[in-house]
């Protein structure tokens, strides 16, 4: 940055900030590009980029954007809108150039929205008073459990600090929460009581703030491919095997047919439960361990972890009835 930017930008208040972003939302759905914007405001494009970007983090044209694809998201799921209009109305040249923009900010093209009604990013207009508001909105789930990043220490620190790269790709949400890839909706399914059954057990070890992940064969259902099943094989942490004794009222105990894998089996609403645990060494018990090859699945509200499916076309056997299914199904992605 040159001397004079730098003194340009020490002589404007961060109000003028605040004027921008305003002009922006009034203009949101007209031409709206630094140059004009520099224009109602008497700056350099330059001192302009540099200011927008030292208080806010993020290029001005990256906020435009941000803001049409949270509007154009919300849009969706409220009207019946026409995609390729939709397109045209945020200032996108092309249905093709909407639908990849709108992906990669939301984690699923917009043919999803009223299919199976995901959970949509939004990111709200910037406020500013001595910090920075708005931005990416905590979603909540159908419990209204929160699943979206806390503060980090940075931003407690720098009142003006507001999307760091982590967030800003993350879609505002955490590492152990990366964006859903996977979205089911109960109505499409064929195996209803089976979805039933696994998302009641979700809820109830959520609403213990039990940890856990969807494992075995259930992982293969739980992608969207179905069958019936024999059972749901859910793995825990190899420490809380008491909590889940008295989870399930099961008063035996785990039997161990490896070192380092225990399991029992319940009864759950009349289907079978395979409690597993794993330990991937003597002092690993962490949540990193719990989770490690597993990816959240968003169930008509509910978020379960599973585990992945590339996981187990790495590691499964080829002549089992259902790895040609889960290799077919890996191709189609």
């Known amino acids: 940055m040159s001397k004079e ?11 003028t900030v605040q004027k921008i972003i305003d002009y922006i939302e009034d203009n949101i759905l007209k031409i709206v590009t630094p140059s004009n914007i520099a224009g109602q405001f ?47 109305k945020y200032g996108y040249e092309t249905p093709e150039a909407f639908t990849k923009a709108f992906t990669r900010f939301h984690g699923f093209p917009p043919s999803f929205v009223r299919r199976t009604y995901p959970e949509i990013k939004v990111f709200n207009p910037l406020l500013i008073k001595f910090e920075i508001h708005g931005g990416w909105e905590e979603a909540l789930n159908s419990d209204n459990a929160l699943l979206t990043k806390q503060n980090s220490p940075e931003q407690e620190k720098n009142p003006l600090y507001c999307y760091d790269e982590i ?17 089911i909706c109960l109505k499409d399914m064929q195996q209803k009581r089976d979805w039933e059954i696994l998302l009641s057990i979700a809820r109830k070890l959520n609403h213990e703030k039990i940890k ?31 909590i889940i004794k008295n989870f399930f009222n099961y008063d035996g105990n785990a039997k161990s047919t490896f070192t380092g894998f225990k399991f029992f089996d319940v009864t759950f609403e009349g289907m079978k439960i395979r409690c597993m645990f794993y330990k991937g060494s003597p002092d690993d018990d962490t949540d990193e361990c719990l989770y ?40 189609q992605k």
């Open 42 to 88: 008497f700056l350099s494009v330059s001192t302009l980029n540099s200011l927008f970007k030292i208080v806010c983090n993020m290029t001005i044209m990256e906020y435009v954007r941000n803001r049409r694809l949270s509007l154009a998201g919300k849009e969706l799921m409220i009207s019946n809108i026409p995609i390729i209009d939709l397109a045209y």
């Open 292 to 331: 490690r090859n597993a990816e959240p699945v968003y169930v008509d509200g509910q978020i379960i972890y599973v585990q992945k499916l590339e996981f187990y076309y790495e590691n499964g056997d080829p002549n089992n009835e259902y790895y040609k299914l889960v290799e077919e199904w890996l191709k």
């Open 212 to 242: 856990f992940k969807v494992d075995g064969k259930t992982m293969i259902f739980a992608h969207g491919l179905e069958f019936k099943l024999e059972k749901i094989c859910l793995t825990f942490k190899w420490n809380e095997e008491d």
């Open 167 to 183: 967030t800003k790709y993350k879609g505002g949400i955490s590492m152990e929460n990366p964006r859903y890839e996977y979205h």
């Open 5 to 15: 930017s730098n003194k340009n930008i020490n002589t404007i208040s961060i109000d």
